[in-house]
Nanobody, 122 residues
Framework: VQLQASGGGLVQAGDSLNLSCAAS????????MGWFRQAPGKEREFIAA????????NYADSVKGRFTLSRDNARNTGYLQMNNLKPEDTAVYFC????????????????WGQGTQVTVSS
């Protein structure tokens, strides 16, 4: 499966963004979806993951209550709704897919899209 993340941009603190992850090549419903981000000078970190049928979501503490995952398997697309953005959310955001794992380890995700830049100004 090929993944393409989009929807990033430059926003102000407190604003919202909705990132998309479009899948092609295989049915998106075959995969759990994960999102990671990498800030300048830092390692890539786990943000959230969602099971194949949208039954369970796992969120990092840093985004819990502000970010929400969803997916539309009929459209082969996943979404990361980000509310109340903070300057520390500034990073390149990556979507990933795996056979079912929804934890924080990158090794659990076999397919990765290119990143989309999110910049939050104060």
């Amino acid at each position: 499966v090929q993944l393409q993340a989009s929807g990033g941009g430059l926003v102000q603190a407190g604003d919202s963004l909705n990132l998309s992850c479009a899948a092609s090549g295989r049915p998106f419903s075959d995969y759990a979806m994960g999102w990671f981000r990498q800030a300048p000078g830092k390692e890539r970190e786990f943000i959230a993951a969602l099971t194949r049928m949208n039954t369970y979501a796992n969120y990092a503490d840093s985004v819990k209550g502000r970010f929400t995952l969803s997916r539309d398997n009929a459209r082969n697309t996943g979404y990361l709704q980000m509310n109340n953005l903070k300057p520390e959310d500034t990073a390149v955001y990556f979507c990933a897919a795996g056979p079912g794992y929804v934890g924080s380890a990158e090794a659990g995700y076999h397919y990765w899209g290119q990143g989309t830049q999110v910049t939050v100004s104060s």
